[in-house]
């Protein structure tokens, strides 16, 4: 079963993490490593880091068709940072997943307990429908 | 290179695998020394012939190769032991019996308890059926790189757990065996999907299943479930043009075309059924096939045999746990006896655990709801059961017999499908 994990933990404003060099090195190690192992566990479908919000832009039609590109966001809402979409045996695999994922570590080396949003893709083949 | 040899080569690969594996348990370098041999074969058998006994031939190629890669690791003690069987098991070509070899050994080892559902199906698709890495990948939408991954896992977990290459006893062969064929069932259903559209590039998996199906067909034609299970692959298969319609949306049953099913498939279905149930074995997979017999012998979807139908999911009940089956039965059930008696069937799974939240389970009771013409409910329950299914053509449809029914100002005639009782 195909789960998609989502770490939603950028804010508009918000920059590059201040920390100490050493603490912004080990982080960039974990996730490095959190990636290559579910690539060698055979788990990983895809995994993408996204741009800051600074770079977000909401786009809408307008009444030609036209796209009208807008870069205001309200203070406080939230932006995908990135997400893995991993192919499991369980839900539970999923969650062990993500929990490893929410523990990087952060200034200090604390894990940083993000949270992750964790739901399945929709992949499953239909039953035959009567 | 002559495409018979080709054939042949194909068609022998997953024994001699399997020969080599259970002599030298080691599947990696075993594979490896199959493909040797296969290049071996290519290249002297178009000049010199097809050798008497191809299998043998092959087996005793890859044979030397793993003995060259044994001492090239200077693995002293696994030679040793080896010699004494080298003069027995790789003696000349002539002397290699078929029958010294189960021929489903690969098979066996591939759907090792050791593994999950997934792994078997990757690693049976491997070495069984010859696929390579990239097109079992794109089978499941799933990155090169990770099936690999999951692939040489699976070879390692067999080779971790212990559990011995043979299969001393017929129970454990018994038990195996099960597992074969669920794999099998496992990747039909997986491969059961439109082939139009974008997904012509995909493996047809529904495909692969039913020819390695024949595979163990061939090498136990006496077992009552292995030819149901294939009857029921080839009766469900015949099926597959009708199944969507030309944007993908799920067509049910009831409504398909059935000038697109494939009555070559269905005849042989059928015998095969015919000729299993003869014997007088009876099985899960035998009953499925029977029930897919029915509906594939109706010529229109109101001629369909809905009693022997239902007689048949009360049998299949008792022997399998599989929530599908319940909701079927209550609807063959409401077909029978009308939608009340189905719906009084469905309050009583709601209580089972093995079927009570299950999403289908609100499919099938908006089913019955409509063919019963309370509509309103129908609704809301086609609705629930489209937030919970995983499966995104079965969401459309649900969602889409939501709006059907909502949109139209009914009777219960209207929905065509009540049962003449």
Redesign the interface.
Known sequence: MKYILMMNTMKAGEGVPCWPKKDLQAHVAFMRKFSQDLRDSGELISAEGLSFPDQAKVVRASKDGTPITDGVFPEGKEFLAGYWIVDVATPERAYAIAARASAAPGPGGAPLNMPIEVRPVLSAPPPEML | MAVPIENLLRDLTPQVLGAVIRRFHDFASAEDAVQEALLAATIQWPQEGIPDNPRGWLIQVAGRRMMDYLRSEEARRRREELAASEAVQLAPSADVEPEADDPLTLFFMCCHPAL????AIALTLHAVGGLTTAEIAAA????A???A???S?AKASIKASGVPLQLPTSQERAQRLRAVLHVLYLIF?????SSAGPHLQRLELSREAIRLARCVHTSLPDDGEVAGLLALMLL?DARRLA?TDPDGE?????KQDRTLWDQVEISEGIALLTATLSKGSIGAYQLQAAIAAVHDEAARAEDTDWPQILALYELLKRMSDNP?VML?HA?AAAMVHGPSKGLELLRALDSDARVAGHH?LDAVRA?LLEMAGDHQAAVTHYRIAARR???????N?LITQAARLSESTASPDRAGIAPQS
Not at chain 2, 140 to 143: D, G
Not at chain 2, 189 to 193: A, D, I, K, L, R
Request: hydrophobic share 30%; net charge positive; aromatic share 8%.
């Open positions: 999950t559902p997934s792994s499941f939408l799933v990155p790189a990770t099936m991954q999951r692939i896992r259903n997986e491969g059961y999907t469900t199944r799920l067509i049910p049953l009831t599908m079927n609807i289908r089913h299914t995983t499966s995104i053509p079965e969401r449809y």
